[in-house]
């Protein structure tokens, strides 16, 4: 198959990737579409917050 292709990057936490990867295979055309997990080993401080923050659902407790 030949199709164009483009790049997605998700920033996220791990124990969220299973709801994307559910939804990217209802998404998307391919029968078997890319998703690559690559964890962060280590980051700025903010930014880590930022991410949790930005990905807690609003019912979980800090």
Request: no cysteine.
């Amino acid at each position: 198959e030949a199709a164009a292709e483009s790049l997605m990057v998700i920033k996220t936490r791990a124990n969220l990737l299973p709801a994307i990867e559910s939804r990217l295979r209802d998404l998307h055309s391919y029968d078997v579409p890319e998703l690559v997990a690559i964890p962060i080993a280590q980051g700025a401080q903010p930014y880590l917050e930022w991410l949790y923050a930005s990905t807690s659902d609003s019912q979980e407790s800090s």
